[in-house]
């Protein structure tokens, strides 16, 4: 029996943790279109061509061409039995594109996964986390700040904000950061992910298929819920 699940939620509601649970536990692929698309820059195929060109121009790639990139990926014998989506779909054009694609080959969406955090918990996760490069070890300076001291250092050209910087206190390792969590992407990709995902949301409501779990609660404790929703739609 396949298993094809949509996985949504704004950054740090924990899409790529609970994704990587369900991916070893129901032996199906984490599919990210965003590793999809980096994928595509060293791929010499005549599909990764076109993308690379759309990219170098600095146009947006359609809803067609992301379709395309995204079939390509689910005809691969990996994803014969199912799938985890992340980041696709990102528009109404593009879930009812997905229905249409698995109807043909007598499939279905069996959920989506609305992982829901607030948006002040989800700032807190992203612009918080660090990693330890020598352990990989993660950590967050809002959740984990007595094992660390955090300062922040102001830009050499006086750019605003300073960047924050954290070392481990047992070593005085200093922590790497993220690019992409500096407060003002972080704050930019809460307010795409609340200005495109709410349409989607009414889009699998109105279906049947969206199941809201709050993803405020312990790793284990949401990775429980998906559990359940899996075993009643596999029922």
Not at 55 to 67: F, H, I, K, P, R
Not at 90 to 113: E, H, I, P, S
Not at 200 to 210: A, E, S
Request: glycine fraction near 8%.
């Amino acid at each position: 029996m396949g298993l094809y699940l949509v996985v949504m939620g704004v950054q740090g509601a924990g899409k790529g943790t609970q994704a990587a649970v369900i991916s070893e536990k129901y032996h199906i692929p984490h599919v990210s279109t965003g590793d999809l698309f980096r994928a595509m820059r060293t791929r010499t195929d005549a599909l990764a061509q076109r993308v690379q060109e759309i990219m170098a121009a600095g146009q947006l790639v359609s809803d067609e061409v992301t379709n395309e990139v995204l079939k390509d990926r689910l005809e691969q014998p990996d994803a014969k039995d199912g799938v985890i989506l992340d980041g696709y779909p990102r528009n109404a054009a593009q879930a009812a594109w997905l229905d249409d694609y698995l109807a043909n080959r007598g499939k279905r969406l069996d959920a989506v996964l609305l992982l829901d955090l607030d948006f002040f918990t989800a700032f807190k996760r992203s612009y918080g986390r660090v990693k330890s490069d020598t352990t990989g070890k993660s950590y967050n300076v809002f959740f984990n700040g007595e094992l660390l001291n955090v300062e922040f250092e102001d830009h050499p050209e006086g750019a605003y904000p300073p960047r924050m910087v954290a070392t481990l206190k047992t070593t005085g390792e200093v922590l790497s950061r993220r690019p992409d969590d500096e407060a003002p992407s972080v704050v930019k990709r809460i307010d795409i992910f609340q200005g495109t995902t709410q349409p989607l949301i009414d889009y699998y409501r109105n279906k049947g298929l969206l199941v809201k779990i709050d993803a405020a609660q312990p790793i284990e404790a949401v990775s429980e819920a998906i559990e359940a929703v899996i075993a009643q739609v596999r029922t």
